[in-house]
């Protein structure tokens, strides 16, 4: 009886790390995909039937589109665009691949991560950040009322 229904929880991870070999900050981003399909239904009154073959073929147009009003990195003091690479799906979560092209991490005196993912939709919803650079480590949980995280190199 004390577990009378489960309480579904809301929860996005990101990761932060910069490749050497690319000259790159890489984000990999992991979300619901529920939660993600019921925010595009509800935000633009898309049907995307995310990860089934009846997935449609604007679906990475809008999950792009929300990404660049939700989710913003910003290298020191400045924000910077990123390209959305694509996403993979593995069982229940999708996988999203973003990069901020030609970045020298000498250059790099702090970075932050405002990431406001599924806030608008979730009031209950978290999202972590892990940042990994240049041999520091430091991760966030982060919610509407405290979007961003900052690391200083």
Not at 112 to 125: A, H, M, P, S, Y
Request: charged share 25%; hydrophobic share 40%.
């Amino acid at each position: 009886m004390a577990f009378m229904g489960i309480h579904k929880f809301y929860l996005s991870v990101t990761q932060v790390a910069y490749s050497e070999k690319d000259s790159a900050l890489q984000i990999t981003s992991r979300i619901f995909i529920d939660d993600f399909e019921q925010l595009l239904e509800e935000r633009y009154e898309f049907t995307a039937n995310l990860a089934t073959p009846e997935e449609s073929s604007e679906a990475e147009n809008y999950i792009e589109k929300y990404l660049n009003t939700k989710f913003l990195v910003e290298i020191n003091g400045s924000y910077k665009s990123y390209v959305f690479l694509g996403k993979t799906y593995e069982e229940d979560v999708m996988i999203c691949y973003l990069e901020v092209p030609e970045i020298q991490l000498d250059t790099i005196t702090s970075l932050g991560i405002q990431n406001e993912l599924l806030t608008d939709l979730f009031e209950e919803q978290q999202n972590v950040v892990h940042f990994k650079i240049d041999g520091k480590k430091k991760s966030f949980v982060l919610i509407k009322e405290n979007n961003k995280g900052m690391l200083n190199l």
